[in-house]
């Protein structure tokens, strides 16, 4: 896991980012983006370690580490009281 940035970003940051990262997930889960699209954001999962980088980016997968950073930041702006990505 990453560590935390060195400076907060503000709440309606997080809110816009929470939602863009929402609407990525949604066409990802529905077919709406391409073979390279997603495996150029899978590219940049990989280079910051969150896809293994022997692992292909599949679609689930890529989807998946989208619904996890919506729910880190959810967590950042206090609508959790624990990182609910952490086992």
């Keep these: 896991m990453s560590e935390a940035t060195p400076n907060p970003i503000l709440t ?4 816009v980012l929470i939602a863009v990262l929402g609407r990525f997930e949604a066409e990802l889960r529905g077919g709406a983006m391409s073979g390279p699209a997603i495996e150029t954001l ?22 998946a580490i989208l619904e996890d950073i919506g729910q880190r930041l959810r967590y950042a702006i206090g609508e959790y009281d624990a990182d609910p990505t952490r086992p």
């Design 12 to 15: 309606s940051d997080a809110l």
């Design 42 to 63: 899978g590219a940049r999962c990989r280079s910051v370690g969150l896809l293994d980088p022997h692992e292909p980016a599949r679609l689930d997968s890529v989807a």
